[in-house]
């Protein structure tokens, strides 16, 4: 029975196999591996702490509960990185379209129920949650990266933050090779771009 | 009056400009002032525009003009992949010497170098303490042997303690039901046994009778007696060793149908 050690140091392919046998500790070491990783990704695609929490928690409860589904020929970074963008796109795609309803939602017909149902622009308190927030997120490059629409900003973070490469990101997005460089160079000239005042 | 239809397009002006215009077209000409004002204005413009003065450039348009050509000599601009590869360190030496001759290129291929240097030295966020036991209490380990199966039960009644009163509860009620009825067993030990007798007669009793009762009615029918004439040993063994094999043919049989197909048979499939 292998212990703590030679989990640190085993392959994520390894930890996998044990975690099918039903093995608690390799569950908690690939949480381990890649908590960080996974909730930085979301963090930056959804920019919001709680939310990302929650989402990155979706993330390794779907990811673990179908081990048994995971094929041992990718890596696993690639299909946990595949799971997390996946449901952040998908928070953001369903964030769209309530944001259509900002003046009130779609059945609210009196003047009261407009007030009440619409988006309270600019009202977020400063919390401590928001201001650990404005500080993570609030350098030039992190404001940049924010204003990216989201297919880019997950391929740029998937390029350059966690180093895979065009290949992985194009199978893990399941987009042409061609589309995720395309995407990557129009990212990186937009961030160019964006951040020309500080070079000046 | 002219057909409006048969003025002259701008294409056959041209045309006549030229002197190309055919003979049938040009005489149009003759008989419109329309087209024949349009035509000699159009002349007339022509002719003002070949007099007109030809302007001599600067002294520096030659030394400009080969600036420009020293850069188009340097080669074609970096390509975005170019751009990537320059960044990763693995353009080819011929290419990179285009940076030493195009400060456009040397400008952007710095700005995406520092670009990216910055992307790649962005820090990981850290979720709240606690974040693995959070995911750990909603995920299902997979059960493979009787320890997993117990530490699964473990996990999932600590999930719920009300489960566990449920469990402790259901465990209680059959436990004390189990206990009473071996110390009522215990205690009355003569009535268990008499009664197991008396269970046993019974039994005994009633197959008994319904052999009797079976063999009876069989003797009454019609045909019995020339059945059991019919029935010799001999004819009996004859009997049961068809019956065997037809059963024997008839399992062959069933198994060939039931075969799965071979390689050759699958790969002949569509």
Redesign the interface.
Do not use: H, I
């Given at each position: 029975m292998a212990d703590e050690r030679d989990l640190i140091s085993a392959t994520d392919q390894e930890i996998v196999a044990l975690a099918r046998e039903g093995r608690e500790a390799a569950y908690r070491e690939l949480i381990r591996r890649y908590e960080r990783p996974v909730f930085s990704l979301v963090l930056r695609m959804v920019r919001d702490r709680q939310l990302a929490e929650d989402l990155a928690q979706e993330t390794f409860i779907k990811a673990l509960n179908a081990i048994g589904s995971y094929r041992p020929e990718f890596k696993f970074s690639s299909w946990i990185f595949k799971i997390a963008n996946n449901a952040a796109i998908d928070h953001l795609r369903r964030r769209e379209i309530d944001t259509l309803s900002i003046d009130g939602a779609p059945h609210a017909t009196t003047a009261e129920d407009i007030e009440a149902t619409a988006l309270q622009v600019g009202d977020k308190g400063e919390t401590p949650l928001a201001e650990l927030e404005a500080r993570e997120l609030g350098t030039a490059i992190e404001r940049a990266i924010g204003r990216l629409r989201p297919e880019y900003r997950s391929c740029i973070m998937l390029r350059h933050v966690e180093g895979l490469a065009y290949e992985e990101i194009a199978q893990l997005l399941e987009l042409p090779l061609g589309t995720v460089k395309t995407y990557i160079h129009r990212a990186r000239h937009e961030l160019r771009d964006m951040l020309a005042h500080l070079r000046d | 009056m002219v057909d409006a239809a048969s003025h002259l397009t701008n294409d056959e002006l041209d045309a006549w400009l030229e002197g190309r215009l055919p003979q049938h077209r040009s005489s149009h000409l003759e008989t419109c002032d329309l087209c024949r004002t349009a035509a000699e204005e159009t002349r007339e413009v022509i002719l003002q525009l070949g007099r007109l003065a030809k302007a001599a450039p600067s002294i520096s348009f030659a030394d400009r003009v080969m600036a420009r050509v020293s850069l188009s000599q340097a080669g074609e601009h970096f390509s975005?992949?170019e751009?990537?590869l320059w960044v990763s360190g693995v353009l080819p030496a011929e290419r990179q010497q285009h940076l030493q001759r195009c400060s456009r290129c040397q400008t952007?291929a710095d700005?995406?170098r520092?670009?990216?240097m910055?992307?790649?030295a962005?820090?990981?966020?850290?979720?709240?303490p606690g974040?693995?036991d959070?995911?750990?209490e909603?995920?299902?380990?997979?059960?493979?042997?009787l320890a997993?199966a117990w530490?699964?039960f473990t996990r999932s009644a600590a999930r719920q303690p009300m489960n566990i009163g449920l469990a402790a509860g259901v465990a209680m009620l059959l436990g004390g039901s189990l206990a009473a009825s071996a110390a009522w067993a215990a205690a009355n030990q003569d009535v268990i046994t008499g009664a197991g007798t008396w269970m046993v007669g019974q039994a005994q009793q009633w197959f008994w009778q319904a052999a009797a009762i079976g063999t009876a009615l069989l003797e009454r029918q019609s045909w019995y007696g020339a059945a059991r004439a019919a029935l010799t040993p001999g004819r009996i063994a004859a009997l049961a060793a068809c019956a065997a094999l037809a059963y024997a043919g008839g399992v062959a049989l069933l198994r060939r149908l039931l075969a799965l197909p071979g390689p050759q048979t699958a790969r002949a499939l569509p």
């Open positions: - | 975005p992949e751009l990537d952007v700005a995406e520092v670009l990216v910055r992307l790649e962005l820090p990981l966020f850290d979720p709240q974040f693995a959070k995911v750990m909603r995920v299902d380990l997979p059960v493979t042997s997993s530490r699964g």
